[in-house]
């Protein structure tokens, strides 16, 4: 395969990474492709911000401007039409999960791109697939059959991760929601994706350990790490903190077990005297009475579209991640690109360099949580230097650095 001729074709559900691979390809003008399932042009985009809905806010933020000259092919009906029938049988038979929906809107999403792809007559040795798990089994069994070169996007730690989302609602049975049991049928399609695939990308080493565990080659793995560039939105420096106000620490994203929000809640309780405040934006998966047992200093604001978040990070001046299991969590170089510093766990994408720009404590360590947020409220010189250094780090996780990700993978595919 010709590195500088390689041509790739796309495919995901979703705004995932924020289209930041078919963005870096369409820059180097090696998208061949990008198939999605749902893509806001500028009528469906204007439309869609109408309604004034949170889903019509997000639906809005499906398409990407770097993307708008892009040859885009997306199936905007039929993903509607699925996320109504998913949403009806989640009220119908809540405890069956989401899995199963999961299940079948990747297997329908994969055939509508193999499909498409029979129908090229410019696919050839110099070609490149890349979709993502769950959604492109069907698509890389017909790209091996025509020796086109396949690469698949493994973005959780699959069963591990499942393994420790178990043993957390053991650990806190009345903070769980109803239990969701993942069928063996969904492991299974990723693992087939895994063994069809010529390469399988992870976003970080704790990833990668996790699929060596469940058999994947050390070799086959390649480990890309995400990028963010926030553009004109982002500060040009710290901001100014006065000291007699609270210290604005940030958690975004689920609020879910997983993502140690129970430990987060008993660091927040034995700090509950301090002039300390944990702001919770996201969608709240953990039960009513685990929310009330909250402290006065920390606060439930429930979910926030993709267009609200970043006032969340103009006035918050940490961000916190107490992850027990994440392929990578993007929201780290988001909260850097404000200038946030970020305390988070070995269990995720490796960001923070402990002690400059954050620090890294271990997983359900609540003493070790208390300990970093006393050490800014006792030292107020540590959170300017840290919010310059997170600034800084930012700055390297950029789409540039990704595309010479790209560049090594083309080569190793040779």
């Not at 997000?58 to 770097?66: M, T």
């Not at 050390?218 to 004109?232: S, T």
């Not at 901001?239 to 620490?249: D, F, M, T």
């Not at 606060?299 to 926030?304: D, N, T, V």
Request: aromatic share 8%; proline share 5%; glycine share 8%.
């Amino acid at each position: 395969m010709g590195v500088n001729n390689a041509r790739w074709f796309c495919a995901q559900i979703g705004a995932r990474e924020h289209y930041a691979i078919p963005q870096v390809l369409h820059r180097r003008g090696k998208l061949a492709a990008l198939y999605t399932d749902f893509w806001a042009g500028p009528i469906t985009h204007k439309l869609a911000l109408g309604t004034g809905t949170a889903m019509g806010r997000s639906l809005a933020a499906r398409c990407h401007p770097e993307l708008a000259d892009a040859p885009v092919v997306a199936w905007n009906f039929h993903a509607l039409l699925g996320e109504l029938g998913t949403r009806r049988q989640l009220k119908r038979e809540p405890a069956v999960g989401p899995y199963h929906g999961f299940i079948k809107s990747g297997q329908s999403f994969a055939i509508r791109v193999r499909e498409e792809l029979m129908r090229r007559n410019d696919l050839d040795s110099e070609s490149v697939f890349f979709g993502y798990d769950t959604g492109a089994l069907e698509t890389l069994e017909w790209c091996r059959e025509q020796k086109i070169r396949c690469l698949v996007n493994q973005m959780d730690p699959g069963r591990v991760e499942s393994e420790l989302v178990r043993e957390e609602e053991l650990r806190w049975p009345e903070w769980k929601m109803q239990a969701v049991q993942v069928p063996e049928a969904y492991f299974q399609r990723r693992e087939q994706e895994w063994a069809q695939a010529d390469r399988v990308i992870v976003n970080s080493s704790f990833c990668r350990e996790a699929l060596v565990k469940q058999g994947v080659p050390r070799g086959k793995i390649i480990v890309v790490p995400l990028c963010y560039e926030v553009g004109a939105g982002a500060p040009a420096a710290v901001k100014n903190r006065k000291a007699i106000e609270p210290l604005r620490v940030l958690f975004l994203g689920q609020v879910i077990l997983r993502k140690g929000i129970q430990y987060l809640m008993q660091a927040a309780k034995a700090l509950e005297k301090e002039r300390i405040q944990f702001d919770i934006v996201g969608s709240v998966g953990i039960s009513a009475s685990a929310v009330r047992s909250a402290p006065a200093n920390l606060i439930f604001h429930g979910r926030a579209t993709r267009d609200q978040t970043a006032d969340w990070y103009r006035r918050s001046d940490l961000f916190v991640l107490p992850t027990l299991s994440d392929g990578f969590a993007i929201t780290q170089l988001e909260a850097m690109a404000y200038g946030l510093p970020v305390i988070t766990t070995p269990c995720c994408g490796e960001v923070v360099t402990d002690g400059s720009d954050g620090f890294i404590v271990p997983p359900r360590d609540v003493p070790a949580l208390v300990q970093v947020f006393q050490r800014y409220l006792r030292e107020p010189e540590l959170l300017p230097a840290q919010q310059a250094a997170a600034l800084l780090k930012s700055r390297q996780f950029t789409l540039e650095r990704l595309a010479g990700n790209l560049t090594r993978l083309e080569v190793d595919l040779k």
